[in-house]
């Protein structure tokens, strides 16, 4: 039996993953996949795959993309979820800032650099008309960095999923000053390339289990009620996010697609310089 590790973050729009390994769907496959919770995000999965600590990631677009170009020994095979990501943009109850304008000298809080807090925090200084080279950076690690930084005065805004921190929000850990949204899909599949060439076949009866999954998750009797009380959300939070969120159930990823969106990082400068698309993707149905 081969043995494969993936790892993601553990918010809902994994939950397709728990359903197939509880099922035993790849165990049935002689796969014995195991599942790793990265609460640190894509930056740390970034690390883990690099160091073959996983093989497969469901990771960020933009945060494989830059780590990719940057020498990442991995593959984008496929989009996981082809809708946008909602960031929201945060700052502690007791701030004095008010609005979006006021975060432009302020500090932001990342998981880590590479990541996408720290990716989008750069989207949206962009999208402020920010100079993107006067942003100061507090790397916290993850979620709970961000509440400590943020409740402790270390850094002034923290961008993470909008319905991850909706229960912050309510519960007035944090105010959420706005939304910025991916400007492209916002989660794909990424494998390592020694992977890639030694279990191609296996990894692809993974994705097709997974991608069977997710074209009919949102039909699951009681899928909202199981979300909502499996990620401590308001019901009627989650029925939103279901109704925004698409999974790609297995389109492949083309060239020009990603072409497109390092254009967009480029013109955002979150990188400096765009690779070849052919080599950041293997297309596993040609």
């Known amino acids: 039996?081969?043995?494969?590790?993936?790892?993601?973050?553990?918010?809902?729009?994994?939950?397709?993953?728990?359903?197939?390994l509880k099922n035993k769907e790849y165990t049935n496959n002689n796969i014995n996949l195991r599942w790793q919770d990265f609460p640190g995000g894509t930056g740390a999965?970034?690390?883990?795959?690099?160091?073959?600590?996983?093989?497969?990631?469901?990771v960020l677009t933009e945060g494989i993309i830059k780590d990719i170009i940057n020498g990442n020994p991995s593959k984008i095979t496929q989009t996981f979820?082809?809708?946008p990501l909602i960031w929201g943009i945060h700052v502690g109850a007791k701030s004095s800032f008010k609005k979006i304008e006021d975060l432009e000298h302020a500090t932001v809080a990342i998981s880590r650099f590479g990541s996408g807090s720290h990716l989008m925090a750069i989207v949206n200084a962009h999208n402020n008309g920010w100079d993107v080279e006067k942003l100061k950076f507090k790397v916290v690690g993850n979620l709970?960095?961000?509440i400590d930084a943020l409740t402790n005065g270390e850094a002034d805004y923290f961008m993470w999923e909008h319905?991850?921190?909706?229960?912050l929000v309510d519960n007035n850990t944090f105010r959420r000053l706005g939304d910025c949204p991916t400007p492209w899909p916002c989660f794909v599949v990424a494998v390592r390339n020694e992977v890639l060439e030694n279990n191609f076949d296996e990894v692809?009866?993974?994705?097709?289990?997974?991608?069977?999954?997710?074209?009919?998750?949102k039909e699951i009797k009681n899928?909202?009620?199981?979300?909502?009380?499996?990620?401590?959300?308001?019901?009627?939070?989650?029925?939103?996010?279901?109704s925004i969120t698409e999974w790609s159930d297995g389109e492949p990823v083309t060239e020009n697609l990603i072409t497109s969106i390092q254009n967009k990082m480029i013109e955002f400068n979150v990188i400096d310089e765009k690779?070849?698309?052919?080599?950041l993707i293997r297309n596993m149905y040609i």
């Open 144 to 146: 709970q960095g961000g």
């Open 275 to 279: 690779k070849d698309s052919g080599e």
């Open 223 to 242: 899928i909202d009620k199981t979300l909502a009380i499996r990620y401590e959300q308001q019901l009627n939070d989650i029925q939103e996010w279901l």
């Open 163 to 167: 319905f991850t921190t909706k229960p």
């Open 45 to 58: 999965m970034c690390k883990a795959l690099r160091s073959g600590e996983i093989d497969i990631a469901i």
């Open 81 to 83: 979820v082809k809708s």
């Open 204 to 217: 692809k009866k993974v994705l097709d289990i997974i991608n069977s999954c997710t074209s009919d998750f």
């Open 1 to 20: 039996m081969l043995n494969l590790k993936v790892g993601g973050v553990p918010e809902h729009f994994n939950y397709p993953w728990y359903i197939t």
